[in-house]
């Protein structure tokens, strides 16, 4: 949607739209980072981070050296990255006719270099839909690697004797069965992955097909972005069949022609950059000089402004301006640096009044690129009242941190952004339809600046947890049910979103409980057993009725009989939030129940727009599919409360993973749990971290916080699933941004680093991965999250499909560890290492783990030893 001449103002400083919209005065990105000139508040400083509005912005990761010369001076050397794009071309043919082997083949390739992997499998003649088939064991070239039981991955090599040329070769018989293979291709690097017009390419063989045009027909082609990257047809290249069927497309009859097919392929790379920032005093004039030097070539534009005292309110410093600077909505300057003399970089130098406390500023490359602070995504910062508190060889450390203002000045510029943005929505709330999802950006942009206001006033609750972090202080009062087990659990995720399919689920993972128990899972996390509406049991009707998609009631008694005799406790999952209605009142609304509980309307809360409830508003947020429960109501909470310990009794299970807990109060999960008493209990408590223009923040504290309110709520009864620290995990690995997994405090930045022996911590599971995907785990990454989540403290779990996957031996061998050197829930961790490609830590001073790709080797008196070692991840433990 483009911004025309009736769009809401945007705040002054801004900078402007690059493919996003202004809304209500504030800019949000689709793509590109911008600054946020013109939306700055009053700071704090934290160890040498300046804290903006909930958020860290400046310094941080930045190297700073004393400078020597005339008046006192500092310099400091940020980071940069910079996306450039890589033309070439990739390649299809298939050979139809038999080689001296018998064989036909297809051949797929490309130019652009790379760590390049086929991602494939097959379709048998008959078969209709879109789903894949492992091809069989004759037709994988060597290499390969089956990715669960629907595809295969092979990468692709090098051609000997060529300038980069890879390629991957798939033999196959003339009369096969098989009528199409499928696939897409990936970069490993980057992790982009490229498709044929936003769906799998299919190389017709035999028999027909259905899901859409396959390659070698006569239609026009044309492929669409994947992640990163993205194919096109490559320009006078047409598909060129080395003979042809008359009459025909391809698509019919027992064989297909041979084909051959260009199309054009763009890679994205990141080039390592920097720029320098040197701040000196003039004695004379009593200014400060301000120097920029980067080494990226061409047009570089500096977006900057200046503040002072500690109002971090954007400013322009009066004139002269540099040359070529030109003012940007009153209240940001845009200047262009000078090519350097030896024409390595551009530089600028500015001077400033001794007025002025500090300078904020972003790069400008195109209408598209702006480069910001890499660790914490935020514009650069530069405290300019620091070259007054040193001399020329003054230690940073030593320098006197600036006085902490008052929260209600932080939160002025909240305020104001959030009443601006409610005015702008107001005033579009007549328009059509259209500008419906312009509403919803802006409703996105209130949400995230209540998180920052949030993350401001709840922040002295982060001190009490901390304080309260070592739970086996005997001065520390327990809750009377403490559902986090021994300490030492290992959890496994029993199921995922496909294993009700079977109908005998129980029967299936009761086959597997020895092995568990000899892998050294010491819990396991069972799917839900009541009657639902929906198959994979999220949709519960009967709570008493436990004869499901999954198996019998029988079955699932057995099932649990059989893992305890393996030494391995059982949790039930347990649909707390909503229930399905078996009848409808009078108005035709589903929100009569019916069985052992037999509820009415009053059960449901009276604020869901869908179900007619007449009991109280809800304590949390709806699930807009089913009936909300109003756990406020008594009958409610004795009827549950009986539920649980019926589940206890009669079916043995050790204790509960709780869904969607955000629907309800804490407190009332604290009344479920200290009557049903479960050995260890988890809640899910799921909600969106912060972002900005896109990019996660550095800062997630106000995410956590939520969590930890919500542990705290049940007084410390359950545990919950650190939601925070697998969504950082995401950003740290994808992006190789690996600082940050510190936080300010140098503590890890999820519940881990606040509340350890709740903090219940995954990488996976049968929402975010399996067949669903909604928040998949990076590829070929899964292993570097399994190094970190299985020797830190915390409770880890494992998700079904990765144990049993070609993942196994190294996840057996990463428990094996944490069991040996007992690892616990409150071990103690001492984060060695936070940068960009490596992240380093040393645990109960018997383990250090690193991952990331940057080589890193322990030190220290002790004797080191390598325990666990692959692909970007390393493990030592302390010779005894």
């Known amino acids: 949607m483009s911004v025309g001449s009736g769009c809401i103002p945007a705040i002054p400083g801004a900078a402007p739209p690059a493919r996003g919209r202004l809304l209500g005065g504030a800019f949000l990105q689709v793509a590109a980072a911008r600054p946020r000139a013109g939306r700055c508040r009053a700071t704090q400083q934290h160890g040498g981070r300046l804290r903006l509005g909930g958020r860290v912005v400046a310094r941080a990761g930045a190297a700073e050296t004393p400078v020597a010369g005339a008046g006192a001076a500092f ?39 790379g760590k390049w992997v086929l991602h494939w499998g097959v379709s048998y003649d008959g078969e209709h839909g879109s789903e894949w088939d492992q091809p069989p064991s004759e037709m994988r070239p060597p290499g390969s690697v089956p990715i669960k039981d629907y595809a295969i991955e092979t990468p ?3 051609l000997s004797n060529s300038e980069g040329r890879y390629e991957v070769q798939i033999k196959f018989d003339k009369d096969t069965p098989i009528a199409a293979i499928n696939f897409v291709l990936k970069e490993e690097e980057t992790g982009a ?53 008359p009459g025909g497309t391809g698509l019919s009859g027992k064989h297909i022609s041979g084909f051959y097919q260009e199309f ?10 920097f720029v320098t920032v040197t701040v000196k005093r003039d004695n004379e004039t009593h200014k400060r000089l301000v120097e920029f030097d980067t080494d990226i070539p061409g047009e570089v534009v500096i977006h900057w402004g200046v503040c002072r005292d500690n109002s971090m309110t954007w400013e322009i410093p009066p004139e002269p301006h540099p040359p070529t600077t030109k003012i940007f909505r009153q209240k940001a300057l845009q200047t262009l640096l000078q090519q350097k003399d030896d024409g390595r970089g551009n530089s600028l130098s500015l001077l400033l009044d001794a007025e002025y406390s500090g300078l904020f500023f972003v790069l400008k490359l195109d209408e598209y690129t702006w480069l910001r602070n890499l660790e914490n ?9 620091r070259v007054e508190q040193r001399g020329s060889t003054q230690d940073l450390d030593k320098v006197e941190p600036q006085k902490v203002e008052d929260k209600s000045s932080q939160a002025d510029g909240i305020i104001s952004d959030i009443r601006n943005l409610v005015v702008g929505l107001s005033s579009r709330r007549g328009q059509r339809a259209k500008n419906k999802v312009l509403q919803e950006d802006i409703l996105q942009e209130i949400e995230r600046l209540a998180a920052e206001a949030y993350s401001i006033f709840r922040s002295p609750t982060i001190g009490s947890v901390e304080a309260s972090v070592d739970l086996d202080d005997p001065s520390i009062a327990k809750p009377a049910c403490s559902g986090t087990g021994s300490g030492f659990e290992i959890v496994c995720q029993g199921f995922n979103w496909e294993s009700h399919k079977s109908g005998k689920w129980y029967v299936e993972l009761g086959t597997k409980a020895k092995e568990l128990s000899s892998l050294g899972f010491t819990i396991v996390w069972s799917p839900p057993p009541t009657d639902s509406v929906s198959p994979e049991g999220y949709m519960p009707r009967d709570l008493y009725n436990l004869n499901s998609r999954y198996g019998t009631m029988d079955e699932l008694k057995e099932l649990v009989k059989v893992f305890h005799e393996a030494g391995i406790k059982v949790l039930g999952d347990a649909v707390l939030n909503h229930r399905c209605a078996q009848f409808q009142n009078n108005n035709g609304v589903w929100n009569i129940f019916g069985g052992r509980m037999n509820w009415d309307d009053r059960a449901v809360v009276a604020d869901d727009p869908h179900f007619q409830g007449r009991g109280n508003k809800s304590s949390g947020d709806n699930f807009h599919a089913a009936p909300n429960i109003d756990h406020s109501q008594e009958f409610v909470r004795n009827d549950l409360k009986e539920w649980l310990c019926w589940m ?3 079916v043995g299970y050790d204790g509960w993973r709780l869904d969607f807990v955000r629907g309800f109060w804490g407190g009332y999960v604290k009344d479920y749990l200290e009557a049903s008493e479960p050995y260890f209990a988890v809640g899910e408590y799921w909600d969106s971290l912060s972002y900005t223009y896109g990019e996660m923040d550095y800062n997630q504290d106000a995410h956590r916080q939520r969590i930890v309110d919500w542990i705290n709520a049940t007084n410390g009864t359950a545990g919950a699933f650190d939601v925070t620290t697998k969504g950082i995990l995401h950003a740290a690995l994808e992006r190789s941004e690996y600082w940050r997994l510190s936080d300010e405090k140098g503590k890890p930045p999820g519940v881990l680093g606040w509340w350890p022996s709740r903090a219940v911590t995954f990488i996976e599971n049968h929402d975010t991965g399996s067949t669903q995907g909604h928040w998949r785990f990076p590829y070929g990454m899964e292993l570097q999250g399994y190094a970190y989540i299985l020797t830190h403290p915390g409770t880890p779990a494992v998700f079904y499909d990765h144990i049993f996957s070609h993942l196994q031996p190294e996840i057996a061998k990463f428990i094996n560890i944490r069991q040996r050197q007992k690892i616990h829930c409150r071990s103690k961790i001492k984060i060695l290492k936070a940068e960009r490609s490596l992240y380093a830590a040393e645990i109960d001073e018997k383990l250090i783990m690193k991952i990331g790709s940057e080589h890193f080797e322990p030190s220290g008196p002790q004797n080191w030893i390598v325990a666990a070692e692959g692909q970007d991840y390393k493990i030592w433990e302390v010779s005894s």
Not at 199 to 227: C, H, K
Not at 264 to 271: G, L
């Open 75 to 113: 310099s400091e050397k940020f980071p940069l990255r910079r996306c450039q794009t890589v033309e070439g071309k990739a390649w299809v043919r298939v050979d139809a006719e038999p080689d001296g082997d018998g064989k036909c083949k297809v051949v797929v390739g490309c130019d652009v270099a």
């Open 156 to 158: 692709l090599e090098i």
């Open 193 to 245: 992955w490229f498709q044929h017009k936003g769906r799998d390419f299919r190389i017709p063989l035999s028999g027909s097909l259905d899901g859409g045009v396959p390659l070698g027909a006569n239609q026009d082609i044309g492929v669409w972005p994947g992640d990163l990257g993205h194919l096109k047809r490559h320009e006078g290249s047409n598909a060129q069949p080395q003979e042809t069927i």
């Open 264 to 273: 054009q392929i763009i890679k994205s790379e990141y080039t390592q950059n």
């Open 377 to 385: 995504g935020s514009d650069f910062f530069i405290s300019l009242t």
């Open 648 to 650: 206890r009794k009669e």
